[in-house]
């Protein structure tokens, strides 16, 4: 008889890859074009309620409200563009993207929630 291993990973293992892959996404939509933060806000809603009780659950709401907090400023940059203002509101929407992104994606690696 021989050792066959599970083929279905366990389910934090698959919140975890999934949570990767959303700050993954999100990250690299800051410097590319906003489709993969859209992807990965649509993955968050979907996956959230499967972590609920685990600590993916926080890293699902964080990423969240990342995208809300941030498509605010990003619609406040657009309209002070007008203004000259906006160049750098959304310079300091992208400095707050990337923290946001970090600082979820280091409580990750430390299995932690993150708050």
Known sequence: MSYQPNPVPNQEESNRTIVLVAYVLGAVGIFTAFIPILI???????????????????????????????????????????????FIVYGILSLWLL????????????????V
């Open 99 to 114: 923290y946001r992104f970090v600082k979820g994606l280091l409580r990750f690696s430390e299995r932690k929630a993150v």
């Open 40 to 86: 990965a806000l649509i993955i968050c809603y979907v996956k959230r309620g499967e972590a609920t009780g685990t600590i993916y659950y926080s890293h699902y709401d964080w990423l969240i409200s990342t995208f809300w907090i941030g498509m605010f400023w990003f619609v406040v940059a657009m309209i002070t563009m007008v203004f000259g203002v906006g």
